[in-house]
């Protein structure tokens, strides 16, 4: 790989991955969860997520957003998917690889809710430490909370190159 510094080894991000599903699991008890994965950079946190949550009652579903180009965030969020299951009295769970604006996770929820969503949380890796005027300003549970710094890895991508790589990293 390429020149990275390394923030998060692949076993911290699994321990922290683990806890983080011990806890949702606590969370729920016997409710029933919905987990929408946000793709593509939610696909590899959710998956280790999903074997981490220990419930009966449990569904996956994924919905494709963005609002990033060329590494440069547009401001304006796409929803570029449907469900396939209906989330109308649902108790969801987004789950995206990091809460940076907070802007696609805000219209994701908002879009839940409109379509009857009995309740909405959501889960995310990496929590940047910045402010969020205009999107969710934090997420339910977080894997790590980290600088505003530009990150690879677990799902985290450079123009789609780099999501492979299993721990937490920056380009340098």
């Given at each position: 790989?390429?020149?990275?510094?390394?923030?998060?080894?692949?076993?911290?991000?699994?321990?922290?991955?683990?806890?983080?599903?011990?806890?949702?699991?606590?969370?729920?008890?016997?409710?029933?969860?919905?987990?929408?994965?946000?793709?593509?950079?939610?696909?590899?946190?959710?998956?280790?997520?999903?074997?981490?949550?220990?419930?009966?009652?449990?569904?996956?579903?994924?919905?494709?957003?963005?609002?990033?180009?060329?590494?440069?965030?547009?401001?304006v969020v796409q929803l570029r998917s449907t469900l396939k299951l209906d989330p109308k009295g649902r108790n969801i769970l987004i789950v995206?690889?990091?809460?940076?604006?907070?802007?696609t996770l805000k219209a994701i929820r908002d879009n839940l809710l409109e379509m009857g969503a009995l309740n909405v949380q959501t889960a995310?890796?990496?929590?940047?430490?910045?402010?969020?005027?205009?999107?969710?300003?934090?997420?339910?549970?977080?894997?790590?909370?980290?600088?505003?710094?530009?990150?690879?890895?677990?799902?985290?991508?450079?123009?789609?190159?780099?999501?492979?790589?299993?721990?937490?990293?920056?380009?340098?």
């Open positions: 790989m390429e020149n990275i510094e390394i923030i998060k080894t692949p076993d911290e991000v699994n321990k922290r991955i683990l806890a983080m599903g011990a806890e949702i699991t606590r969370a729920c008890g016997t409710t029933p969860l919905t987990m929408i994965v946000v793709m593509n950079g939610g696909l590899f946190f959710a998956a280790k997520l999903a074997e981490a949550i220990k419930l009966e009652d449990f569904y996956i579903d994924s919905i494709a957003a963005g609002s990033y180009q060329c590494n440069v965030s547009t401001g995206d690889e990091v809460l940076d604006s907070g802007r995310v890796l990496v929590e940047k430490n910045i402010p969020r005027p205009e999107g969710v300003e934090h997420a339910d549970w977080v894997g790590f909370f980290m600088d505003d710094r530009y990150l690879i890895g677990c799902g985290m991508d450079s123009e789609e190159k780099y999501r492979h790589y299993p721990g937490i990293a920056v380009l340098v």
